[in-house]
């Protein structure tokens, strides 16, 4: 049965009391105000859902309580009921925030869809205002776990970047938990409200990453049967976060450029300019000067990104935080798994200390999952986290590492001989691009070795 307290509004008792049965009938709590002074009184003294009131009343009508209303509280939802119903009443409710209007006399159906419509917007509102506070609250800084002193110099840059409306450029090995300082940035700006959006650059042939960056318009292409927005439009407003920058295609570049110049994006297939306020933040695990050395990445780009650098230092540069971090992902994967580990034996954090780490953060991350599933005491071991095949049973790999094993180097091999070229290695094994693509990314190869 439903819970939500609804607070009914009319000067006339015989419309209170019929609408109070109504919907105390089907299980909501409800209170009555006979006027607005009183309804006033209640909205300040608990939380409500819903209000229901009568346009008309002697002292201030509905309008003008539903103002007062959202003051107390903007987000509960307003239904104004009137036995006087004009184009023009109904106007004027809509644009002053009336969640509906409905026209006495209305039937029991009319009122529960009502009722009921506007408890479901009341609802998505309070989920999605609860899922802002954990993101929020998930990257506060104070939550993103770093004592070392080269994470603290990351940090006081977060603070001093995150107001400013300026491109951040996040340089940093493959690893290092760029998307995450991204996110701080995004949560810690005046943006928070709005979208973050990620798309990681690398991951998609130049079609696909053109289309999804900038939208397309009805019959720019085979497929595309209606206008579709892209990551500028979706994230207007917000913090659009673009990883692996220097992989974006040199034709996509030209397109980043015009959109950071002139804050405008043009869809593909399209020929009026759309204006967008988006926030970027890069990220790329390269070095930039070099790309465009090579001629793989655009000079006047890379003047107009490198406003202001954040470089993460990879995990061998900040061992001092490997503990912190061992214990932070522990504590996530004994929960998610149900099981009782109170920690690492002394070996095995040496034996962390001493690593290089070369997958940094995100390595550690796996390990320490991978060492949770295995674990079979109540402290982790330095075999749980850097087990050897040599000390396997029989030697034996698992199905999925032989798997892997296989999939990595069949794709090697197909992009060995087809000297890096995606489209016609994916041809040759019957597969997507995009698929191969995933592959690709999956297994950290880099196209510009077999291209060479």
Not at 35 to 40: C, E, I, S, V
Not at 55 to 77: A, C, F, H, S, W
Not at 231 to 236: D, G, P, S
Request: proline share 5%; with cysteine; net charge negative.
């Amino acid at each position: 049965m439903p819970e939500e307290k609804i607070l009914i509004v009319d000067d006339n008792e015989n419309i209170l009391e019929v609408i109070r049965m109504r919907l105390e009938s089907v299980g909501y709590g409800i209170s009555t105000a006979a006027n607005a002074r009183d309804a006033l009184d209640l909205v300040k003294g608990g939380p409500f859902d819903l209000v229901i009131t009568d346009l008309k009343m002697t002292e201030r009508n509905g309008i003008q309580l539903m103002e007062d209303v959202q003051l107390v509280n903007p987000e509960i939802p307003v239904i104004i009921l009137t036995a006087h119903g004009s184009i023009e009443n109904a106007v004027e409710a809509m644009k002053k925030g009336a969640y509906s209007y409905l026209t006495k006399p209305f039937n029991d159906n009319d009122l529960a869809l009502h009722v009921k419509k506007a408890l479901e917007k009341q609802s998505l509102t309070r989920e999605i205002k609860r899922l802002r506070q954990d993101l929020l609250e998930k990257y506060h800084l104070e939550n993103i776990v770093g004592k070392s002193p080269a994470m603290q110099l990351v940090f006081e840059q977060i603070i001093k970047v995150a107001p400013s409306p300026s491109t951040v450029l996040i340089l940093g090995e493959s690893g290092t938990g760029k998307e995450m300082i991204a996110k701080a940035i995004h949560y810690n700006s005046p943006r928070a409200n709005e979208p973050f959006l990620a798309v990681n650059c690398s991951a998609l042939p130049e079609s696909l990453l053109e289309n999804e960056l900038f939208g397309h318009i009805k019959g720019a292409y085979t497929g595309a049967t209606d206008d579709r927005d892209g990551l500028f439009m979706a994230a207007n407003g917000g913090t659009l976060f673009l990883d692996e920058i220097a992989d974006a295609p040199l034709t996509t570049q030209v397109k980043l450029l015009r959109a950071l110049q002139e804050r405008e994006i043009l869809p593909v297939g399209g020929h009026t300019p759309r204006k967008v306020d988006v926030r970027l933040v890069v990220a790329t695990n390269k070095d930039l000067k070099k790309s465009i050395e090579e001629g793989t990445f655009r000079e006047d780009l890379y003047y107009r990104i490198h406003v202001i650098p954040v470089s993460l230092p990879p995990l061998r540069e900040r061992k001092e935080d490997v503990p912190l971090l061992a214990d932070h992902f522990l504590q996530k994967y004994t929960i998610q798994m149900n099981k009782e580990i109170q920690g690492f034996k002394p070996e095995a954090l040496q034996r962390m200390m001493l690593y290089e780490w070369p997958g940094n953060v995100r390595e550690l991350e796996h390990r320490i999952e991978h060492a949770v599933v295995m674990a079979a005491e109540n402290y982790i071991s330095p075999e749980d986290l850097f087990p050897s095949r040599r000390e396997e049973p029989g030697g034996f790999k698992t199905i999925k590492e032989a798997k892997e094993e296989f999939e990595e180097e069949y794709v090697r091999n197909l992009l060995r001989i087809t000297k890096g070229n995606v489209s016609t290695a994916a041809k040759l094994a019957g597969h997507q691009r995009i698929a191969l693509y995933n592959l690709i990314k999956k297994y950290g190869i880099n196209l510009d070795e077999f291209r060479s």
